[in-house]
């Protein structure tokens, strides 16, 4: 899930699939790690956080997973639905600094 | 309970005319924070306050000025707008600094 500039990277799957979305992170001191949802013309909207003391946790119908030895982050989406069409970000944070967001993927959901 | 709420939601200026974006939280959070985003890109932070009377530079400042009115309002004015600072604004408001940040519904200003 990492950004091209203007064409962001697009997994496009079928209603009733699995998604799953991955980031690479930056920076390996980073503890805290949110994942928001941004549908057309909206502003990103909170879906899960993960410290990195934790691998895993989980939510209604979405899973993050947090692999601290390779620095990425990825987002499960249980039994995908259209609503859940939209751009997905992923954030970082480290000690004392601001949230540092990822460029984000765009997730297209077929009838 | 709104919780970030943003004004205006549209805007068109003409290069040297000057504007102020207005947002305002009902959540009693302590920090706040200003981004633009622009086609296919990230967010980018252009200003944050951590607390009510301090504000700092995020990573794209220049052109833009801030104040933090009081605890639930935060301002971002363009003195002199210019075509690269057409983009969709956002704010967020977190409790604290390192905390999940709770965004606005944006605004779309379009500088020709």
């Known amino acids: 899930g990492e950004s091209v500039g203007l064409h962001l990277p697009t997994l496009s799957v079928q209603e009733g699939d699995n998604s799953i979305i991955n980031c690479a992170y930056s920076?390996?001191?980073?503890?805290?790690f949110i994942w928001y949802k941004q549908e057309s013309g909206k502003g990103p909207q909170f879906i899960i956080d993960?410290?990195?003391?934790?691998d895993k946790r989980q939510g209604q119908r979405v899973t993050v997973l947090l692999n601290k030895t390779v620095k990425h982050l990825s987002l499960q989406i249980a039994a995908t639905q259209p609503g859940d069409s939209a751009v997905y970000f992923c954030a970082e944070n480290y000690a004392g600094n601001m949230l540092t967001f990822g460029g984000g993927t765009r997730l297209m959901v077929k009838p | 309970n709104a919780g970030v709420t943003q004004t205006p939601k549209f805007q068109v200026l003409k290069t040297g005319q000057s504007m102020t974006l207005q947002c305002a939280q009902d959540m009693n959070h302590n920090s706040m924070y200003w981004y633009r985003q622009d086609p296919g890109m990230g967010l980018r932070l252009i200003y944050y306050?951590?607390?009510?009377?301090?504000?700092d530079k995020g990573e794209v400042p220049n052109g833009y000025n801030v104040s933090r009115l009081n605890k639930r309002e935060f301002s971002l004015r363009l003195e002199s707008a210019a075509p690269s600072q057409t983009s969709v604004y956002f704010c967020?408001?977190?409790?604290?600094?390192?905390?999940?940040?709770?965004f606005g519904p944006g605004t779309r200003l379009l500088v020709l």
């Open positions: 306050s951590a607390s009510e009377g301090t504000t």
């Open positions: 993960i410290r990195s003391n934790m």
């Open positions: 920076n390996s001191a980073s503890d805290y």
């Open positions: 967020a408001s977190s409790s604290l600094r390192r905390e999940t940040q709770y």
